[in-house]
Nanobody, 127 residues
Framework: QAQLVESGGGLVQPGGSLRLSCAAS????????IVWFRQVPGKEREGISC????????YYVDSVKGRFTVSKDPAKNSAYLEMRDLKLEDTAVYYC????????????????????WGKGTQVTVSS
């Protein structure tokens, strides 16, 4: 059974950094695009980054571009989201998901096509 488990969330001050991990089991993570999402209570879940399977190309929405870096380690069957210069508005539950493509990763209408989701990890940015 394919599963994803996020970890690494926590409380951090504005300007701080965190590294989220996304551990896969039941499938080879390197064979699939991995999308990172986040969701604030009362708001729609948004796709913020994607790493492609074929060539490790990465994609970011404007709100995190230049501050977040997505990567993966096939040997550990894991993906990562390195977050720096965190802002109050980055507070959210962060999820990783196994996608079929990075195309439309930031389109909410494409989320219904995703079959494997992690349960999320809370990131709170607060002074």
């Amino acid at each position: 059974q394919a599963q994803l488990v996020e970890s690494g969330g926590g409380l951090v001050q504005p300007g701080g950094s965190l590294r989220l991990s996304c551990a896969a089991s039941g499938f080879f993570l390197d064979y699939y695009p991995i999308v990172w999402f986040r969701q604030v209570p009362g708001k729609e879940r948004e796709g913020i980054s994607c790493i492609r399977a074929s060539d490790d190309s990465t994609y970011y929405v404007d709100s995190v571009k230049g501050r977040f870096t997505v990567s993966k380690d096939p040997a550990k069957n894991s993906a990562y989201l390195e977050m720096r210069d965190l802002k109050l508005e980055d507070t959210a539950v962060y999820y990783c998901a196994r996608a079929e493509t990075c195309d439309g990763y930031d389109d909410p209408r494409r989320q219904s096509k995703i079959e494997v989701w992690g349960k999320g990890t809370q990131v709170t940015v607060s002074s």
